[in-house]
């Protein structure tokens, strides 16, 4: 899905993926494993940075 995601990807407009990490059986160092393995044009962020940065993107407000 990622690497689908990059190759439709125009490089220009923000792209917002959304990643889903099953805190049950994932450890931090797995975690940071994946996230050492994106490229440098990937920027891994917390839910709440990741919701603001989508607002931003679609000029919405940040609250209601």
């Known amino acids: 899905m990622l690497a689908e995601a990059k190759a439709n990807w125009d490089g ?20 940071a494993t994946i996230s050492d393995s994106l ?7 917390l839910a709440d940075q990741y919701f603001s940065l989508i607002h931003e993107a679609n000029k919405l407000p940040s609250k209601p």
């Open 39 to 45: 490229g440098p044009e990937y920027k891994v962020v």
């Open 12 to 31: 220009q407009s923000p792209l917002f993926v959304s990643i889903e990490l099953l805190a049950w059986s994932l450890t931090p160092t797995y975690v």
